[in-house]
């Protein structure tokens, strides 16, 4: 099946630094998702991109879909604590079914 | 954005017992939910997709008679446990799709499960 794996894995910043992850899947995607994930709660949507080489601000965060469509990229500028939580790339499938990457644990510090 | 909602939020049970879980769509109708489940530190899985009015598809390896799905109006899907044991000890999530398209996927807030 389809795989999404996301790097890096985890990582600790100091506030006011900025980030940046990346998702590769196995295989074309023609949507990407980015959601955030807060401790002991669901999933919420930060960016949707719908095509190659679009590249999509909400806020201090941006996202990019890679032109091979295999990839997609986030970044987070000038991070606060708040921004702490899972990052999570998906891409739909199938029946609108959606797999989620492996995921970016973010942690700040102050 | 649109809300959906979980109930319980937190469950604890004893080995053998059945658990329901709840996921309603608060303010908008919802013909395709779907169920996760999602063990510490890791990513989401999907297990099955529940479709109002017929039965749900699971994926592969999530047993149907273990985890039973109804989905029996617009705004309601519940998640059956049955016959919980501590394997099934996990954080269950569910999401419910508006019309527009795979974005408008909303997910609920999470139900932790633990089976003693």
């Known amino acids: 099946g389809q795989q999404l794996n996301q790097s890096p894995q985890s990582m600790f910043i100091q506030e006011g630094e900025d980030v940046s992850m990346n998702c590769t899947s196995s295989s074309i995607f023609n949507t990407w998702l980015w959601y955030k994930q807060d401790p002991g709660e669901g999933p919420v949507l930060l960016i949707a991109l719908y095509k190659a080489g679009e590249l999509t601000s909400n806020g201090r965060l941006t996202a990019q879909f890679g032109i091979t469509r295999k990839d997609s990229f986030l970044n987070i500028s000038a991070s606060i604590p708040s921004d702490v939580g899972i990052y999570f790339c998906a891409g739909p499938g199938t029946a609108s079914k959606l797999t989620f990457g492996t995921g970016t644990r973010l942690q700040v510090t102050l | 954005g649109a809300v959906v909602s979980q109930h319980p939020s937190r469950v604890i049970c004893k080995s053998g017992t059945s658990v329901k879980i709840e996921c309603r769509s608060l303010d908008f109708q919802a013909t395709t939910m779907f169920w996760y489940r999602q063990f510490p530190k890791k990513s989401l899985m999907l297990m099955a997709t529940?479709?109002?009015?017929?039965?749900?598809?699971?994926e592969q390896g999530v047993e149907k008679d273990k985890f039973l799905i109804n989905h029996a109006s617009l705004t309601l899907s519940t998640l059956t446990v049955t016959s919980a044991h501590p394997e099934d000890s996990s954080f269950y999530i569910c999401s419910a799709r508006g019309v527009a398209g795979v974005d408008t996927q909303y997910f609920g807030p999470g139900t932790r499960l633990t089976v003693l």
């Open positions: 529940s479709n109002e009015g017929s039965k749900a598809t699971y």
